[in-house]
């Protein structure tokens, strides 16, 4: 795995060495940033939930991104993301990393709202938890105009409208798929 353009382009990142985490990958991440570029900024804010190693927050980061949250259940992956912060010497002051559930991260109390939230789970899990709290019309979790993106199998069919969010594009890439979604 490597990041594909920006600062840190064409550095290597560590890849977990079992099988329990599947990560994105480079030509699906660059297919993503392809259409995410015109919009990235050093202003932006990224949450990465479910963030496996990192690439995607990393990526951000590479292409400009002011600040990543990384969001992600297993304490090795939250070690392989903060060895691949190190490891491309990323400021400490763009990045923070929460080793906990999404759902218990999402109803923890938020100062500010991130312009890009991307969720990558288990493709098995249930996403309506997080669907309904990045969603529901109070929530300030999603900027007014910022972009919830899932990846997620083909055959896990996702609502195009949720509470206060409407899917408004799919990228398909085999049996992975992108759902891009934003607030009505």
Not at 39 to 56: F, K, Q
Not at 112 to 135: A, R, T
Not at 157 to 167: H, K, S
Request: hydrophobic fraction near 40%; include cysteine.
């Amino acid at each position: 795995m490597r990041v594909i353009a920006g600062e840190y382009k064409g550095r290597i990142l560590k890849s977990p060495t079992d099988n329990k985490t599947r990560p994105t990958s480079d030509r699906l991440r660059e297919t993503l940033f392809n259409i995410l570029n015109p919009l990235i900024n050093s202003e932006m804010r990224v949450l990465d939930m479910c963030a496996g190693t990192g690439a995607i927050g990393i990526e951000a980061i590479s292409r400009g991104a002011g600040f990543v949250s990384f969001v992600e259940i297993s304490r090795k992956s939250c070690a392989l993301i903060e060895e691949n912060l190190d490891l491309l010497n990323i400021p400490e002051t763009q990045t923070e990393i929460f080793c906990i559930s999404a759902e218990k991260f999402l109803s923890r109390e938020k100062e500010k709202s991130w312009d890009m939230i991307y969720f990558d789970p288990p493709y098995q899990e249930n996403y309506s938890l997080v669907f309904n709290e990045i969603g529901d019309a109070e929530s300030k979790l999603l900027a007014d105009d910022g972009l919830l993106i899932v990846e997620h199998h083909s055959k896990n069919i996702l609502p195009d409208l949720i509470g206060e969010i409407r899917r408004w594009r799919i990228i398909k890439q085999g049996e992975t798929w992108l759902s891009f979604y934003e607030k009505n």
